[in-house]
């Protein structure tokens, strides 16, 4: 045997070594990755175990969806908080998603690349991970001082709003980005304007990511807390809010029941978070069945 021969021989096997040390170490961090998974899915399954242990009877029970609040931890119920939080997401859907998803049609389809559009995507970006409270902090300053809507169910719902635009913007700029270029070529060698090659062929291609983000930005739009709080958000109703009075949500109803010291609300309290869940699940749901039917 030459030496150039067992010179390739030895590189073949080192090659060979290599790929089998890769695979080992694939294998184990696929094995801890698992491990991860299961390990979050187990504490989520005791957390739905012990809430729904708590808590279903009181769910169950007659009148707690359509009753006001009590400071009777028996009786009462979550209509003003259910009645809140559904209007919140519902303004937050209508004046977010168009926002969102026409800012992010812009920067991907029209926008110049110059610095300016690249500093516009920087901040947008960044803005998708400020803390909520930051959120309140300025939705307490524009639109219950400047704009003078006081602490009422429209300032919190456009708080929310503010919330959820960057993650709307970031998710659907993703989306529209992931369609392929051949398609707009295909579009505009036909003869086709730019608006109706995103209108018709851009926008159903992309609308699957970005309801995956409409349903994440929703959805943490709807359990947030902090924001609502600055805002202005009360944890104890008798009347069913409107948009401009002073309005319940689920998280503050949650809050204001584990707060207090009688025993009774902690079970208030487990049950209105199996509300909340079931809220989050239908919208969810909804979105999901959209997307499925863009699908296709």
Same mark, same amino acid.
């Given at each position: $045997?030459?030496?150039s021969n067992r010179?390739?021989l030895d !590189?073949a096997?080192?090659?060979?070594d290599?790929?089998?040390?890769r =695979?080992?170490?694939?294998?184990?961090? =696929?094995?801890l990755f698992?491990? #991860?998974?299961?390990t979050?899915l187990?504490?989520? @399954? *005791?957390? +739905?175990?012990?809430?729904?242990?708590?808590? *279903?009877?009181?769910?169950?029970?007659?009148?707690f969806?359509?009753? !006001?609040?009590s400071r /009777?931890?028996?009786?009462?119920g979550?209509?003003?908080?259910?009645?809140?939080? $559904?209007?919140?997401?519902?303004?937050?859907?209508?004046?977010?998603v168009?926002?969102?998803?026409?800012? @992010?049609?812009y +920067?991907e389809?029209?926008?110049p690349?110059t610095?300016w559009?690249?500093?516009?995507?920087?901040?947008?970006?960044?803005?998708a991970?400020?803390p909520?409270?930051?959120?309140? +902090?300025l939705?307490?300053s524009?639109f219950?001082? /400047?704009?003078?809507f006081g602490?009422?169910?429209?300032?919190?719902? %456009?708080?929310?709003a503010?919330?959820? %635009?960057?993650?709307?913007?970031?998710?659907? &700029? =993703?989306?529209?980005r992931a369609v392929?270029?051949?398609l707009r070529?295909?579009?505009?060698?036909? #003869?086709?304007?730019?608006w109706?090659?995103?209108r018709?062929?851009?926008?159903?291609?992309a609308?699957?990511?970005?309801?995956?983000?409409?349903?994440?930005?929703?959805? &943490?739009?709807?359990?947030?807390a902090?924001?609502?709080?600055?805002?202005?958000?009360?944890s104890f109703?008798?009347?069913?809010?409107g948009?401009?009075?002073?309005? $319940?949500?689920?998280?503050i109803?949650?809050y204001s029941y584990?707060? &207090?010291?009688e025993?009774g609300f902690a079970?208030a309290?487990?049950?209105?978070?199996?509300?909340l869940?079931?809220?989050?699940?239908?919208?969810?749901?909804?979105?999901?069945y959209?997307?499925?039917? /863009?699908?296709h």
């Amino acid at each position: $045997m030459t030496i150039s021969n067992r010179q390739n021989l030895d !590189t073949a096997d080192r090659f060979t070594d290599n790929i089998e040390q890769r =695979e080992r170490v694939g294998k184990i961090f =696929e094995k801890l990755f698992l491990l #991860g998974l299961l390990t979050g899915l187990f504490v989520l @399954a *005791l957390l +739905l175990f012990d809430v729904l242990r708590v808590g *279903l009877a009181r769910f169950l029970t007659l009148g707690f969806i359509t009753e !006001t609040p009590s400071r /009777f931890p028996e009786v009462g119920g979550i209509a003003p908080a259910l009645i809140g939080s $559904m209007l919140l997401g519902i303004i937050v859907i209508l004046t977010a998603v168009p926002i969102g998803v026409g800012t @992010a049609i812009y +920067l991907e389809e029209y926008a110049p690349k110059t610095w300016w559009t690249s500093l516009i995507e920087v901040n947008i970006s960044n803005l998708a991970g400020v803390p909520s409270i930051v959120y309140g +902090l300025l939705g307490l300053s524009v639109f219950n001082y /400047f704009l003078g809507f006081g602490p009422t169910l429209i300032s919190g719902a %456009l708080t929310l709003a503010l919330l959820s %635009l960057p993650v709307i913007i970031v998710t659907s &700029r =993703e989306a529209i980005r992931a369609v392929p270029d051949s398609l707009r070529h295909a579009a505009f060698g036909l #003869g086709v304007t730019k608006w109706n090659t995103i209108r018709h062929h851009v926008i159903p291609y992309a609308v699957p990511g970005i309801l995956t983000g409409v349903i994440i930005s929703v959805s &943490r739009a709807i359990g947030d807390a902090a924001s609502l709080i600055v805002v202005g958000a009360v944890s104890f109703l008798t009347f069913n809010p409107g948009l401009f009075n002073r309005f $319940m949500a689920l998280p503050i109803q949650i809050y204001s029941y584990i707060t &207090r010291p009688e025993p009774g609300f902690a079970n208030a309290a487990a049950a209105t978070i199996i509300v909340l869940l079931l809220l989050i699940l239908a919208l969810n749901g909804t979105a999901i069945y959209i997307r499925q039917r /863009f699908s296709h």
